[in-house]
Nanobody, 115 residues
């Protein structure tokens, strides 16, 4: 079992930056893939970015060049640096971890970008 706790969400003006953090309840060294997803009101949850245990990253086209995902195995944490934020980035952001056949989710953190 892996418990994930997100932090770092908030209200920011368009063009601003936020850094989301996700801390796991156990070592993430053995977690194959960690990532961030988001869900806006009335929309389906969508992938934002993922990072593998080897450090390979993948981004949604809508955030490429603006968001950066990283992980710190020593701190059991994964981060999402979000720059040049846009109102359409407004959503609840969820941390995700895939270990073997199991997927784990955090409770989500709200990001609101005002125009």
């Amino acid at each position: 079992q892996v418990q994930l706790v997100e932090s770092g969400g908030g209200l920011v003006q368009a063009g601003g930056s936020l850094r989301l953090s996700c801390t796991a309840s156990r070592t993430i060294f053995s977690i194959n893939i960690m990532g961030w997803y988001r869900q806006a009101p009335g929309k389906q949850r969508e992938l934002v970015a993922t990072i593998t245990s080897g450090g390979s990253t993948n981004y949604a086209d809508s955030v490429k060049g603006r968001f950066t995902i990283s992980r710190d195995n020593a701190k059991n944490s994964v981060y999402l640096q979000m720059n040049s934020l846009k109102p359409e980035d407004t959503a609840v952001y969820y941390c995700n971890a895939i270990r073997g056949l199991n997927a784990y989710w955090g409770q989500g953190t709200q990001v609101t970008v005002s125009s």
